[in-house]
């Protein structure tokens, strides 16, 4: 006994680190989950708490949890933690992982979550081979909402949907088998299969979902562990008869296994690319001008070019005609040219269906503030290429607005109360200047001049970004030249 | 120097407020030295409750044990320091 005294013992096996001290869910619950007794979900989580800690990734993890049983991972992780929509965990777990690189995003979901409604989202995260992992929880139902069949319920399982027994000749299919399918894919770098069935498959089970953790953190790929999970509730059996019926039962219909494993010929690559990445520096500011192959004077100046404070800008342009006609770069240097005097724009096209021979339209905002939708419902200039442009939107122009249209003649029965108009052949201008295809510039200067906002310095900056040739830029600036001066006649003319 | 007094490899701290009483760890402890008290917790659950003596340290209740903080194995530091200690009280 007085030995038993002396003797000096340490925590070997305890809590993680990455479990916080105490839930914040009901108050007088906090020190428990809300899983039930013997649940697998609970050693799932001891598993993958034990990685992170065992990794030294707590504060870079990211947890995507799912709906279902699983669902208050944020609850019990204290890492990064986001609730996904049922089954889109994956799609989440992407835009994480995209934009935070160095993250470690793992995505946590239930068998109808992930083989269900979301098994588009996991396909195609596996197929693009997603730096992600996976953990999927296997308990052959849907068990959240009371034990409805999932895609994995087995043959002759009862569930509230399948009281018979689930039978394919009932029309109710098959045991899915996730990981083999994804398997077949060439993208993922890692799939098991595991089972908390006895003592031996969970010590695997926890090797697994380590190694998936730790194929991100060396920046390998996607990996996937699918983990056979008891639900003592559902299944309606004690905690130890389900944990047994994993092994003898589940495991009949999902073999336990490595289904892909490319860890070693992604490995050593993966780990190069990273290390070439880390030896080159990032590029100074200064040097993308370099580096992109542009000169220094073809740069956005910014507010080299602003115009006075207090001028307010809302210009709102649709701009139409046919494929070929430049409708798109009339919209770009427009949206250019306000870029570069330091106003907030957007420039979006709006293609038809067919490719070539098309119509082809799009919308053009400046503003002073920042832009909250692209769309162009009610311009406050309409530049109208052709006819069936006009048609098409002569009756979204907003009253006091201005219709531009390429055509002496505008058509009798187009809209023209409330509007203004400026109907000339542009066409035949360009054509006279020596080439018709700068149509598109002499209306963008008509445009410019009704505006009124944006400096020619813009203008200019912005054409000889966008258009290569010189000679091109020559004949636009001119055909610019020329729209303004037409503008300004016919409004001497009225 | 007899077997009684060597001291035990391991040792088991079980949180009755965490446990649940689901009876995994009884199930897969080698030694068998885990068995479901007599007396409820507070939630209606007969938790977990270690022999006293025998726990050789392995952690497999840690590891069947669906509760994140429900066990806690402990492990015998330097038993080569405890038995120096026994030499000299012999
Ligand atoms: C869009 C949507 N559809 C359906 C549901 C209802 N629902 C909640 S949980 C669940 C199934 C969960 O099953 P599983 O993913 O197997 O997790 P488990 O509960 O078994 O851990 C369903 C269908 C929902 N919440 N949202
Ligand atoms: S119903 Fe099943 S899966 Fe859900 S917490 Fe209970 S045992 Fe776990
Ligand atoms: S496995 Fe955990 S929850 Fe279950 S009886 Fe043992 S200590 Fe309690």
């Known amino acids: 006994m007085s030995d038993q ?23 007088e619950l906090q020190h428990q989950t809300h899983f039930c007794p013997g649940c697998g979900h609970g050693n799932i989580h001891k598993m993958l708490a034990a990685a992170i800690d065992e990794l030294g990734v707590q504060d870079r993890t990211i947890m995507i949890g799912p709906v279902g049983c699983g669902v208050f991972t944020y609850y019990y992780f204290d890492v990064g933690n986001v609730q996904a929509a049922h089954g889109r965990a994956p799609a989440v777990a992407t835009a994480m992982r995209r934009s935070r690189p160095e993250s470690i995003v793992i995505s946590y979901q239930g068998d109808g979550d992930l083989s269900a409604i979301g098994s588009a989202e996991i396909l195609h995260a596996a197929n693009r081979g997603e730096n992600i992992t ?18 994995t319920t087995l043959l002759g399982q009862k569930s509230t949907t399948t009281p018979n027994g689930r039978s394919p000749a009932a029309g109710e299919g098959y045991p899915l088998h996730v990981s083999e399918l994804l398997a077949t894919l060439e993208a993922p770098v890692y799939i ?7 003592n031996k498959q969970i010590a695997q089970a926890a090797r697994a979902i380590k190694r998936a953790v730790e194929n991100q953190v060396r920046g390998l790929g996607f990996s996937l562990i699918e983990v056979l999970s008891p639900c003592p509730t559902i299944w309606k059996q004690t905690p130890v008869e389900a944990q047994h019926w994993v092994r003898d039962v589940m495991e009949k219909t999902f073999p336990l296994g490595v289904f892909c494993d490319r860890t070693k010929e992604r490995g050593p690559q993966a780990l190069e690319r990273l290390a070439a990445r880390a030896a080159q520096p990032e590029p100074a500011l200064a040097d993308l001008p370099r580096i992109l192959g542009v000169a220094e004077e073809d740069l956005p100046e910014g507010h080299a070019h602003a115009i006075a404070p207090e001028q307010t800008v809302d210009m709102q342009v649709r701009i139409a005609g046919f494929g070929g006609q430049g409708v798109l770069l009339l919209g770009e240097v427009l949206a250019e040219a306000g870029l570069d005097a330091g106003l907030e724009v957007s420039w979006l096209p709006s293609y038809g269906p067919e490719m070539r021979s098309g119509t082809s339209n799009c919308h053009v905002r400046i503003s002073r503030e920042a832009v909250d939708s692209p769309l162009v419902s009610a311009p406050n200039v309409l530049v109208a290429m052709n006819e069936p442009s006009l048609r098409k939107f002569d009756k979204s122009v907003r009253a006091g607005g201005w219709v531009i249209y390429n055509g002496s003649e505008f058509p009798s029965d187009c809209r023209r109360e409330g509007v203004h108009v400026l109907a000339l052949s542009f066409t035949e201008m360009a054509d006279a200047m020596g080439d018709k295809r700068a149509a598109n510039m002499v209306m963008l200067g008509a445009a410019l001049e009704i505006a009124g906002v944006l400096p020619q310095a813009s203008v200019a900056a912005a ?3 966008l258009v290569k040739n010189p000679r091109w830029v020559e004949l636009d600036e001119r055909a610019i030249a020329r729209g303004r001066e037409l503008f300004k006649e016919s409004l001497a003319a009225v | 120097m007899t077997e009684a007094t060597k001291p035990d490899r391991g040792r088991l701290r079980i949180d009755e407020e965490e446990c649940k009483g689901c009876g995994l760890c009884i199930e897969a402890c080698p030694p068998k030295v885990i068995a479901l008290s007599e007396r409820m917790n507070r939630y209606g659950y007969r938790t977990a409750l270690y022999a006293g003596s025998g726990c050789t340290g392995c952690g497999i209740c840690f590891l069947v044990c669906p509760e994140p903080g429900a066990i806690t194995v402990l492990r015998l530091v330097s038993p080569g320091a405890t038995r120096a200690a026994e030499g000299a009280a012999a």
């Open chain 1, 5 to 27: 005294a002396v003797a000096e013992y340490t925590v070997a096996r305890g809590k993680a680190k990455s479990f916080y001290p105490r839930y914040e869910r009901k108050s």
């Open chain 1, 192 to 198: 098991e299969r595991v089972g908390l069935g006895d």
């Open chain 1, 463 to 465: 054409l000889r970004r």
């Open chain 1, 134 to 151: 996976v953990i999927f929880v296997n308990n052959a139902v849907y068990s959240m909402t009371g034990g409805q069949a999932a895609p």
